[in-house]
């Protein structure tokens, strides 16, 4: 897969910044990523044809998906832009400013956008397992490599990356010996269990006793809570987007009680 990469930021970063972390983020995918999921891709940067997406065209495109870098705040009206731009192309957005709102560095956001556009490109993939909270039934996971670790980072090259989870992430039970993110670091003594997640990160998963898109992390974790309102800005519309290609519901995101 090569995705272009679309500098959007209106000179907020040089494509001379862009190409440094795409070479940190291209190794992280080859080095990293790719041995354990057996996805990989590239990420390419491309000339943009003007200011924004224009409305009809997709001449921005020139690889298997595209991956915004984009400075605008108004998050709808950017997912707006695609949609009506390149329909049925995996996409994906880096905000700068909601990077910012995060404490997050950019290249963090980028890495961690590439690597769930490569996973699950389309958005409508969904695992049944547990109810973090551990005491409802099954629910349907969110296909995310990153948001169960995602204040979790490592450089390469000098440049920051996000930690993202391992394929036995999503299995339902407990491998002696197993490792579930890339990192694994510990918190209060253990590492990260399948289904769960670290402090700072949050997952998403369909409830089908409410019918609805829920989110939740770690209970009185208000950097996690902050963070999920903010990155929930683009990811949930975009999910949503998604959604009704295939005559789903729109459902709402909300957070689940705990």
């Known amino acids: 897969m090569i995705i272009s990469v679309i500098n959007h930021t209106n000179g ?6 862009v190409q440094g972390a795409i070479r940190a983020i291209n190794r992280q995918i080859k080095e990293d990523f790719e041995p354990y999921w057996s996805l990989g891709a590239t990420l ?4 943009k044809t003007g ?3 224009k409305p009809q065209e997709s001449a921005d495109l020139r690889g298997d998906a595209v ?7 108004n998050v ?3 997912l707006g832009y695609h949609e009506r731009n390149n329909s049925g192309i995996p996409f994906g957005f880096v905000f700068t400013e909601l990077s910012a709102q995060l404490g997050e560095h950019w290249t963090v956001t980028l890495s961690h956008e590439a690597l769930e556009l ?8 969904l695992v049944m397992g547990p109810h973090p909270s551990g005491n409802n039934p099954d629910v349907f996971h969110w296909y995310e490599m990153c948001d169960a670790v995602q204040a979790e980072t490592y450089r ?7 930690n993202f989870v391992l394929p036995l992430y999503f299995t339902g039970g407990e491998e002696v010996g197993g490792r579930n993110d890339f990192l694994g670091r510990l918190h209060d003594g253990k590492t ?6 670290n402090p700072g990160g949050y997952v998403g998963f369909f409830n089908p006793q409410t019918g609805e898109h829920e989110t939740f992390s770690r209970k009185g974790d208000t950097q996690a809570e902050e963070r999920m309102k903010i990155k929930l800005k683009g990811k949930a519309a975009r999910r949503a987007i998604r959604y009704q290609r295939f005559g789903a519901k729109r459902h709402g995101v909300k957070q689940p009680r705990r």
């Open 12 to 17: 907020q970063l040089s494509d001379e910044q």
């Open 44 to 47: 390419r940067l491309e000339g």
């Open 51 to 53: 200011p924004k997406p």
């Open 67 to 73: 991956l915004y870098l984009w400075n605008n705040t």
């Open 76 to 78: 709808p009206n950017a």
């Open 118 to 125: 490569i996973a699950d490109p389309e958005v409508n993939l």
């Open 156 to 162: 390469i090259d000098e440049i920051d990356v996000s």
């Open 192 to 197: 990260l269990r399948s289904f769960g997640v």
